[in-house]
């Protein structure tokens, strides 16, 4: 059974810092490309970030660019979003997601989502 846990969320002012971390158990994780996505009410499931399989190359949205950084450690099968100079329309749940492909932003393409993790930042 392929189980994605996301940790690491919580309330933060608006400039500091968060790191996100999702351990993934029941898969080949190194075979896997992972994602974060996020989605805030009434809005849609948002792309935030991309890691391909060996951590060789990686994608960002528009509005995490330059703040947000992704990684991986497929010893310990787990990816992490570092999150900088966090502002208040970052508030969203945040989810980790696998595709045995490469680097995709459609959440279709993604076959396993963890349940994800709440993100507040405060003006």
């Known amino acids: 059974q392929v189980q994605l846990v996301e940790s690491g969320g919580g309330l933060v002012q608006a400039g500091g810092s968060l790191r996100l971390s999702c351990a993934a158990s029941?898969?080949?994780?190194?075979?896997?490309?992972m994602a974060w996505f996020r989605q805030a009410p009434s809005k849609e499931r948002e792309f935030v970030a991309g890691?391909?399989?060996?951590?060789?190359?990686?994608y960002y949205g528009d509005s995490v660019k330059g703040r947000f950084t992704i990684s991986r450690d497929n010893a310990k099968n787990t990816v992490y979003l570092q999150m900088n100079s966090l502002k208040p329309e970052d508030t969203s749940i945040y989810y980790c997601?696998?595709?045995?492909?490469?680097?995709?932003?459609?959440?279709?393409?993604?076959?396993?989502w963890g349940q994800g993790t709440q993100v507040t930042v405060s003006s």
């Open positions: 997601a696998a595709t045995n492909g490469g680097i995709v932003t459609g959440t279709g393409w993604y076959k396993y």
């Open positions: 029941g898969l080949t994780f190194s075979s896997y490309a």
């Open positions: 890691i391909n399989w060996n951590g060789g190359r990686t």
